[in-house]
């Protein structure tokens, strides 16, 4: 397991730079001035030289790339001050920091998907087992049937109905909102509940027919078969040996789909108006602002590449036929 993970790590600082490497060159050999860019119309020729120079566009496109990658890991001087380590640069459009920009919005975007995460799961999972063990019922084709229907409806189609119906007219929910968990439990809930909903609606229907039908596939297995057999009681032999084998192609399918839930958190915070790290992202593709640009897009993938590791551990641990070595 500690081979598996050293390995793991040190593929994943391979990819992170050739994500970076690729990222900063892709961007930087655009023919656009980004320092007239920031200064805006009326902009003097000392002025422009200024800002070239604060901004470090001045330096040879190889210093500009050095810098850039050891300020991830050692930190990095600018003109305006000091960017400790991981820094991402310095913003053309508001002169912060991208790290700084990243951190203040992280916090809304990872409530947004753990708590989709955590909803769909939870429901899509067990309406999934519930329609298994009642394989056949009117409960079985009653969950399937909503499965189906719910699959086909998208967030930004879905999201507005929800607020005109729970919020504009009934008032039955608060405007979404994000608020500290730490400091508002209640208001933080309150506030991020519908956005939770709406993500879970799109992701349960997939995960309801999955859980099902691979529920009802390991059913069939032989090892389940001689558990019965034996004389095991039936909801033993279901949750015991049935349910585990389940969830492999689920853990499988869920690695691959949290690059998914992470671009449905953009267009959930667009959605509902919620100013979280979707929304910086498409806010400095629109005002050309490539550092916050590219900094999204490390932060992304770095996060990518580590919950697919832990998918692997996890898959590992539930699959003991599974070994990293």
Known sequence: ??????????????????????????????????????????????????????????????????????????????????????????????????????????PLTLSLTVGGLVI??????????????????????????????LSSFQIYFLGPIVLGIFVYQTGWADNPKYVSPFDNPAGWIAGMIIPWAVMATIFTAQYT??????????????????????GMKQRYVFFRYAWRGSLIPIVTILGIDLSALLSGAVVTEFTFDLAGIGRLAVDSSLTKD???????MLFGAFFILLLNILVDLVYAYIDPRVRLS
Request: glycine share 10%; with cysteine.
């Open 1 to 106: 397991m500690l081979q598996f993970l050293i390995r793991r790590l040190i593929g994943a600082v391979v990819i992170m730079f050739l994500i970076g490497a690729f990222t900063f060159f892709l961007f930087y050999t655009i023919p656009q001035d980004f320092a007239a860019l920031s200064c805006g119309k009326n902009c003097s020729p000392e002025n422009l030289a200024v800002i070239r120079e604060n901004l470090g566009l001045d330096k040879p496109i190889t210093t500009q790339f050095w810098e850039f990658m050891t300020g991830i890991v050692a930190g990095r001087d600018f003109a305006t001050g000091h960017c400790s380590a991981p820094c991402l640069g310095q913003s053309f459009d508001t002169g912060q920091f991208v790290w700084d920009s990243i951190i203040d919005r992280f």
């Open 120 to 149: 769909f799961l939870i429901v899509g999972l067990g309406s999934g087992l519930m329609a298994a063990w009642k394989r056949g019922t009117f409960t079985d084709k009653l969950v399937s049937g909503a499965s189906i229907v």
């Open 209 to 230: 027919r999955m859980s099902r039908s691979t529920m009802i596939e390991q059913l069939q297995e032989e090892h389940v078969r001689t558990a019965r057999a034996k």
């Open 290 to 296: 490539l550092p916050v640009t590219m900094g999204v």
